[in-house]
Every structure is written in C-alpha cells, then in structure tokens.
C-alpha cells in the first residue's frame, strides 16, 4: 500500500512540474495564396506540442500569382521550469510575385518568443535584399521597412511590407509581403498573398 501511496505522489509531482512550464507554439510558412484561381500553401511547418524542430525545404514555386526559386522554413521550441522559447523562420530566394510587381533577392521573416522570468518576442533578422515594388526599389541591399509598410499597387490592391501582429506578451506573427488584392471598380477584397511568414508563441 506505501508503494502504491509513493507511486501516485510521484505522478502527481511529474504531472505538476508539467503543468508548471509554460507552453510554446510556433510556425514557418513559405506562400499562401487564396484567389478565385489559385489556393495554396507552400513549406508550412508548425511546432509540435511540447517544443522540439521541425524544418521544409522546397526547390522552387511556380504558381500564377508568385514564383520562388528556393524556400526554407523552420521552427523550433523548448519548454522548462525556468524558462521556454519559441523560434520560426521563413527564408526565401528570387521572389518574383505579380510577374514582376513585387521582387527581391531574398525576403527572410524571423521571429523569437521567450518566457524567463519576463516575457518578450522580437522579429530580429527580418528582412529584404534587392526588394522593388512597383518597379521602384525600396532601400538599397539589405533592407527592413518600418512594421506594417504598406504600399499602393493602382489597379490591383495594396501590400504591407513587414507585417507585425503581437499577441500577448510573448507571441509575434511576421508576413514580410502580405498582397491584398481588391476589386478594381468596388474596392472589395478578391483575394490575398502572404510570402515569408514566420511566428513563435510562449504561453498564449
């Protein structure tokens, strides 16, 4: 009976230490495309429960609406007493989106959630290479537009470059070009365009 006693405390002691940490979620998508014509997603990964790594990799994307020649996604996490962390990355080569009305070099969305004592995400090692919109270049090489950039594109919608959406202390969703494609006439939304999304969550 004392065993059985032992063994049931024990359980009960792993069982809240395990409750104790704090969870952790996260995930890397490549594109996503949700037209009349076209509904895709490319190199999504997601963090299992409980934290460990997960990673894509796609050799090239062709679809009437983006083109890339080379993605890489991952995410990784880690659940402790004292401390849990999330990261997710997007990393994209030769985007090419609208034949030609959105490019770059390279596009990379990051982003890293933590909870230690106090809680933070920061979206660090985001960026462009080389990015023109409009035919117009944007920066010069290495570039990161201000959070939620958001350009015109006549005829078609508009973007928003360096998409930011935090949630809670400690969760960050980054959509380095977030296409909103929008009736001409109506201004209605018709569709959208996401490349290089990365986002980590500790706790929510």
């Known amino acids: 009976m004392k065993g059985l006693t032992k063994l049931v405390v024990a359980l009960s002691l792993v069982a809240g230490a395990l409750h104790a940490q704090t969870p952790v979620s996260g995930q890397a998508l490549g594109a996503a495309v949700r037209t009349a014509a076209t509904t895709l997603q490319s190199g999504q990964v997601t963090l299992p429960f409980g934290g460990g790594f997960v990673a894509a990799d796609v050799d090239a994307l062709s679809a009437p609406e983006v083109r890339v020649d080379a993605l890489t996604t ?86 928003v470059l360096n998409e930011q959406i935090a949630s809670g202390a400690a969760g960050i969703t980054v959509n380095m070009i977030h296409v909103v494609l929008q009736n001409a006439l109506t201004g209605l939304t018709t569709g959208e365009i996401i490349v290089a999304s990365a986002s980590s969550s500790v706790g929510n």
């Not at 997007?90 to 969305?109: M, R, S, Y």
């Not at 117009?136 to 990161?144: A, F, K, R």
């Open 74 to 159: 991952m995410t990784s996490g880690a659940m402790d007493m004292q401390a849990s962390t999330a990261q997710s990355t997007a990393h994209l080569e030769k985007v090419n989106v609208l034949n030609g009305l959105i490019t770059a070099e390279t596009v990379i969305a990051a982003t890293s959630s933590w909870v230690s004592g106090a809680a933070g995400w920061n979206a660090e090692g985001s960026g462009f290479t080389n990015l023109a919109v409009n035919g117009v270049p944007l920066g010069s090489g290495d570039y990161l537009p201000a959070p939620n950039t958001r350009v015109n594109l006549p005829g078609v919608g508009y973007v």
